[in-house]
Nanobody, 121 residues
């Protein structure tokens, strides 16, 4: 059993910043990668950013230069620092953890409950 608990969402004006946090707990042996996904109303879920256990980060093009993903391995926690927020960033943001020992194993994904981010004036 693994639980992912997210926090940090809220309402912010365009150009503002938010910092999302997600802590994984439970029966954790190893986490290959953690990441953030988002789903806007009427749209499909999309990948925002991921970070692997060696610190390699990837971002979707629309957030590059504005968002930064980071990870505290000792706390099994991933963060998403979101700067220069735009209305189109409005979505429910979901935390993901891939609990596989290495990338040669099949993925073993767990998801958080989601946190609402609203960017509006």
């Amino acid at each position: 059993q693994v639980q992912l608990v997210e926090s940090g969402g809220g309402l912010v004006q365009p150009g503002g910043s938010l910092r999302l946090s997600c802590e994984a707990s439970g029966s954790i042996f190893s986490i290959y990668a953690m990441g953030w996904y988002r789903q806007a109303p009427g749209k499909q879920r999309e990948l925002v950013a991921t970070i692997t256990n060696d610190g390699s980060a990837n971002y979707t093009d629309s957030v590059k230069g504005r968002f930064t993903i980071s990870r505290d391995n000792a706390k099994n926690t991933v963060y998403l620092q979101m700067n220069s927020l735009k209305p189109e960033d409005t979505a429910v943001y979901y935390c993901n953890a891939d609990l596989r020992p290495n990338r040669w194993m099949r993925s073993n994904n767990y998801w958080g409950q989601g946190t609402q981010v609203t960017v509006s004036s």
